[in-house]
């Protein structure tokens, strides 16, 4: 597939090192890891300092013979106490002679946004197969990977010319700072609004993941939940309901500025295809801001785009730990 080769592409120009660290030297802007010596650029060095619990922003701020100094310090502190525990690993992404990011003992799962890919196209249900999927965005950096993929085959109309694709999202840390996950992704046609339908919103044990099986179980729960969701935009586009009262409901349960609750009721009248007064509409506003708004940061984005598919399920709780989310459509505001 076009989309693996071209991934598989970008990680060859980086190479993934991680051994037990004996000896860790800073100077000037040069780390070297048991002897080898490499440039580290300053988001490395923002990435090292964070994981060593040192402040990023205050070391960043120092000059470089200072920042040696601290990392010396630091660093010798912690290989010294490692020797009683687990190895002192440092993985770090080296492009060339550089070091371009870093992680301190990463505790999650670094397969590969290609690897997780082709593991996921060998799980696609019976009755997509031979489908080919569309890629709608990816993006990747040693630090985070993710692919936005939709089958143009799998979707539902629930208004005349309001067409919603479905499909997955994939998202992986190649160094191993976050776990892997992936989601069921719906994306409606006329003006690319994203939504995500989760497994689990709070942090658990579960979110700590050092190999890739919870992984394969969640993307076989995501197909499941896909088939699933996808039948149930009919009957949202037939739900009244107080627009208004149901987005700053929403607003409300997700702590949101004053300024997104505008922007979320301004959505609802700048919609291609108007405010007809139903739950759909609810959603529809909730996902344009979470695609299109551009002062949001990606946990904000993400979280509204979760706020939608919560909305699309009929659900208001953390699937998980079943903690109130979002309040039930239809309460008192």
Known sequence: MIVI???????????????PVEKVQFSD????????????????RRMLAEGLGMPAAFVSQLSSQLQALLFNFVIERTVARAHSNPPFFVRFAVRGDTVVAAAVNPKFSTISLSSALTKIFEMIPEEWTGMEPMVHRWDWSPQK???????QQVYNEPRPGDIV?????IRVSPIGLRAPSVEPFLLRLICANGMV???????????????????LQSAERAWRALSEVMRRFPDLAQKRVDVEAEVVTVARDLRLSTALRRALLSALERDELGNHGTLLDVINAISRVA??????????????????????QGEHRCPTCRRIWLRPVGDEV
């Open 5 to 19: 080769d071209a991934i598989q592409a970008k990680e060859r120009e980086v190479e993934f090192r991680a051994d």
């Open 29 to 44: 802007g040069w780390l070297a890891i048991n002897g080898e010596r490499f440039f580290a650029t300053e988001a490395a």
């Open 145 to 151: 990977a993710e692919a936005q993929l939709i089958f």
């Open 165 to 169: 694709s479905g499909g997955i999202w």
């Open 197 to 215: 339908v989760p497994e689990r919103l709070c942090k658990t044990d579960g979110d700590r993941r050092k190999n890739g099986s919870d992984f």
């Open 291 to 312: 695609t299109h708004h551009d002062r949001l940061n990606d946990a904000v984005r993400h979280r509204l785009m979760t706020a939608a598919g919560l909305l699309l």
